[in-house]
């Protein structure tokens, strides 16, 4: 039988990061997935992921974002591929609103200056797309980008076509190893790795009850007024509006702006990717368009479906959910997890690739404490 040192099922951004890390480091890996890149599934699927490098959801992770902003000038100068593009990121919402507020704080807790528009009315005169209630809190961070996700698994992957299994992988723990059984034979592991994004809970059942996936409907739309949305001249934006949070991007590959509602699908299965988004599904993007960032505001041109996979709250540490799970199993630390979604983890990959890497290496290695499983009672 066929053995490797390391065995990683998936290969989206995450398990992609993991074989580059672990190649690098010269060891002997194999990675599974049934999905090529380009189909129109699996959570890293399509152009383009936001990163930033101050977040909302908690200033404990500018640290990881510097980590992977590191590891995407690495990957891009490693592999001759353009894959971040820096682009600033404007955030705004209702005077006094937490999102706001939070990106602000990261950015101060990090020491760096904030510039540029503080409110709707000085956003509008920068940015002519925009139409923000002229007292609306603004923020805007100019070291974000647009991460390039499709074209960065590409440059994880490149040169790896003999590490690369193009099939579905089970797991059977033995004794002497961790069995991987595909329809294309069998290989005995000595670790794993599971990033099976929103399928990781029908490889590793005792993740079930913490994971909810939802289904996220994401539109392209044509610019009212081009010249306001170009990319050089308009930002990522992010804004919590009266409908929920909407996020876009400025129209860098001529096919629109493409937004969405930020978490707000319906509970689905990790096989429920049909039917397309309908336009009820996107009725609060285009009327946010059509209200905050008239520029932008055309009709449909593409449509797409993504999954969440969404983490919920922990019921022995204390957090707020949609935290990733990156850790070993504590029945058997052979096997390491990796659930970093919730609609936030694109940006961390060359980051969470790096940490898998090390703790493949090191049995020892214990991630940090937000992302470790034993903040569920059921893992304790
Ligand atoms: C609409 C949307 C917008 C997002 N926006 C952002 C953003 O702006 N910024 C950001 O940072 N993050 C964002 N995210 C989150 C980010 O995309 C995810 O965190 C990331 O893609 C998760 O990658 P993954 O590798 O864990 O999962 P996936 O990409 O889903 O990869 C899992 C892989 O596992 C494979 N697999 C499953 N089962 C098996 C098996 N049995 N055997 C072998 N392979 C298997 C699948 O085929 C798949 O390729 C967004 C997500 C969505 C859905």
């Not at 200056?113 to 000085?122: F, Q, Y």
């Not at 449909?300 to 204390?318: H, M, Q």
């Amino acid at each position: 039988m066929q053995r490797c040192d390391v065995g990683i099922i998936g290969l989206g951004l995450m398990g992609s990061a993991a074989l580059h890390a672990l190649r690098r480091h010269g060891c002997d890996v194999l990675g599974f997935d049934p999905l090529t890149i380009g189909e129109a599934r699996g959570s890293s699927h399509g152009s383009c992921r936001i990163f930033r490098r101050f977040n909302f959801e908690s200033e404990a992770y500018t640290a990881l974002s510097d980590r992977a902003h590191a590891g995407w000038q690495a990957l891009e100068s490693d592999s001759g591929r353009s894959i971040l593009k820096p682009c600033a990121v404007l955030e705004a919402g209702p005077a006094g609103c937490e999102l706001v507020a939070r990106s602000r704080a990261a950015a101060l807790a990090a020491s760096n200056a904030v510039t540029g528009p503080r409110n709707g009315r000085e956003a509008n005169r920068a940015f002519p797309a925009f139409n923000l209630p002229d007292d609306w809190d603004v923020v805007v961070q100019d070291s974000g980008g647009i991460l390039m996700a499709e074209e960065a698994m590409r440059a994880f992957r490149q040169d790896a076509e003999s590490n690369i299994i193009a099939a579905a992988a089970e797991l059977r723990p033995e004794p002497a190893g961790i069995r991987i059984v595909t329809a294309r034979g069998e290989i005995m592991a000595r670790q794993a790795i599971v990033a099976a994004g929103p399928w990781i809970a029908a490889l590793i059942p005792g993740l079930k009850s913490h994971l909810t996936i939802t289904r996220q409907a994401v539109g392209w739309f044509k610019p009212a007024k081009q010249e306001t949305v170009h990319y050089g001249t308009f930002p990522i934006f992010i804004l919590e509006a009266a409908r929920g949070m909407f996020y876009g991007f400025p129209d860098f590959e001529g096919r629109g702006v493409k937004a969405a509602q930020h978490d707000h699908g319906s509970v689905v299965g990790p096989d429920d990717w049909e039917p397309p988004a309908d336009d009820a599904e996107l009725e609060p993007v285009r009327a946010t368009l059509v209200e905050l960032i008239p520029g932008a505001a055309g009709p449909i041109l593409e449509r797409d479906i993504c999954l969440y996979t969404n983490t919920a709250k922990a019921d022995v540490g204390l957090d707020d959910g949609n935290e990733f799970i990156i850790d070993r199993l504590p029945q058997d630390p052979r096997i390491i997890v990796a659930s970093p979604c919730s609609g936030h983890g694109a940006k961390f990959a060359t980051a969470i690739g790096a940490m898998l890497a090390d703790m493949v290496l090191d049995p020892k290695l214990k991630t940090p404490r937000p992302f470790r499983l034993d903040r569920f009672s059921s893992f304790a």
